[in-house]
């Protein structure tokens, strides 16, 4: 069914757009399936990194893609521009809910100010962030995770693994959301095996100094705790993952990936043998839901949040070497168990 909140627009909307969109720096991808001119329906706005980090940024898409195969709307995705502001965050989001589309989600804690203001301007457009829970508006979805629950299933299969007894963590930027990841991933390894030791470093302080978007940042990064004798690297840190990879795949040892499932991601093809399961995140079907909700006329709003028990989070089984490992699930499925029936409290932070 259309969406009852959606905004009539005029003939004129999509060169609007587009004028918009190139004032505040971004890029935008629309896509026509059938729908007409005024069908307009679910916009993302990427975090740092962009389309094509393989992780969190890729996800969305998808559940952009799925959203927009299923209801026969045009959507848009935007990508970030370096040195952006608060105000040219706003700005686009504002221009694409001045076009009509319904719902708008800012993907990444960064979106915080932008979605807040854009939201207090549009009432009767529904608004997402992924990864913020600040936001109080009946308008807008705070689209988060528990997070350090997958890592703490990650640092299971991390000291079940580890062969040297050290293991590694490289997050993308030193801020609370990446500190949910080091959290549950050490205490995964430790509850595991107290003897195996974990090397955590971060990247940046600031995104803005690339610590989610510099593969060369993460690889260097990687070699240094390869060098320090860790066998397993686990790396949450968006498109600087790929360069933890790689280093992982160029010494021989495992790496875990973040948010997606990165052993079947095309990009890193070369080097899925080396990743031994990925700690994901759905924000796929956290974008989509936002989407269908809107769809169906019951916009979702406050605190929307995945964890171990809804499917939301959890580790990937592509990798044959992970999955056919029957000790290794025995042992991420026991400590899966004790997490959803509160046995195990997972440490945030």
């Not at 801020?175 to 995964?188: C, S, V």
């Not at 700690?279 to 956290?286: N, P, Q």
Request: aromatic share 6%; with cysteine.
């Amino acid at each position: 069914m259309r969406r009852i909140s959606r905004i009539t627009v005029a003939g004129a909307a999509t060169a609007s757009l587009a004028l918009a969109l190139a004032a505040c720096g971004g890029t935008s991808t629309s896509s026509d399936s059938g729908g007409s001119e005024d069908d307009k329906g679910l916009a993302i706005a990427y975090d740092v990194g962009g389309r094509g980090d393989q992780s969190f940024n890729d996800a969305a898409f998808a559940g952009l893609e799925q959203a927009k195969k299923e209801f026969g709307y045009k959507t848009a995705d935007i990508e970030p521009t370096d040195g952006e502001t608060d105000a040219d965050k706003q700005q686009r989001l504002e221009s694409l809910a001045k076009q009509g589309y319904n719902p708008i989600v800012g993907v990444g804690y960064a979106y915080a100010a932008a979605v807040k203001g854009a939201a207090d301007k549009y009432p009767d457009t529904t608004f997402g962030i992924v990864d913020d829970a600040t936001i109080t508006a009946k308008n807008v979805a705070d689209l988060v995770f528990n997070e350090e629950q997958a890592s703490y299933l990650a640092g299971v299969a991390a000291a079940k693994s580890t062969r040297s007894d050290v293991v590694g963590f490289v997050g993308g930027v030193d801020i609370p959301l990446i500190h949910k990841f080091q959290a549950g991933f050490e205490q995964g390894v430790k509850d595991t095996d107290p003897k195996v030791e974990v090397l955590s470093q971060y990247l940046t302080q600031t995104a803005e100094e690339g610590g989610f978007s510099s593969p060369d940042k993460g690889r260097t990064a990687a070699e240094g705790q390869i060098e320090k004798k860790a066998d397993v690297v686990y790396a949450a840190a968006g498109l600087s993952g790929q360069g933890v990879i790689e280093a992982a795949a160029n010494h021989k040892v495992w790496a875990i990936g973040v948010d997606s499932d990165q052993y079947r991601q095309e990009a890193l093809a070369k080097y899925k043998d080396s990743i031994l399961t990925s700690a994901t995140k759905d924000v796929a079907k956290a974008v989509y839901n936002l989407a269908k909700s809107v769809e169906d006329g019951s916009p979702e709003t406050g605190i929307v949040k995945g964890d171990l028990k809804s499917g939301e989070v959890g580790l990937s089984e592509s990798n044959p070497a992970f999955a056919d490992d029957a000790e290794l699930q025995a042992a991420v499925k026991a400590a899966k168990d004790e997490i959803v029936s509160g046995g195990i409290k997972v440490r945030s932070s």
